[in-house]
């Protein structure tokens, strides 16, 4: 029985709970920012640079295969194949991806702040200074005159 308490106490914090959440909607927000990045803002990349599909750039560094069945200009049929290449659209792809998330990601921490974000309350005016520093200073004054 204790190992189940132990389990429950663990499950039942705080941050384990908020890791989980922030897990599953991570996944949910990476769906999103993928569908926004492949269906929206590449193919307008794309076409900028003369190709409907911007992933689809590589270099082939290797030989295809005898018996090849696939495309020789489809990337993910030479990928499938094994053949050796340097994916510059599809890393392209991803990098842009992840820039998108991170600006995402980085409005919402922003605005969460902001939002939790607790104004500094006002400095105070200083105290006054007491009769007995006053009297001391003036004697001070006086003794270097």
Known sequence: MGLVSEFKTF???GNVMDLAV????????????????DDLI????????????????FLRLGEI??????????YADLKAAGVAMFGWGEF???????LILAFIIFMLVKL??????KPEPEAAAPA???????????IRDSLKK
């Open 128 to 138: 006054p200074t007491p009769e007995d520093i006053v009297l001391l200073r003036e």
């Open 22 to 37: 922030g897990v599953i909607i991570g996944g949910a927000f990476a769906t999103i920012t993928k569908s926004l990045t």
């Open 11 to 13: 499950i039942n914090r």
């Open 65 to 74: 295969p005898a018996g090849f069945k696939g495309n020789p200009d489809s």
């Open 92 to 98: 392209l792809t991803v990098f842009v991806n992840f």
């Open 42 to 57: 590449m193919p307008v990349v794309g076409f900028i640079f003369g190709g409907a599909d911007f992933s689809g750039y």
């Open 112 to 117: 969460v702040n902001k939002l939790t974000h």
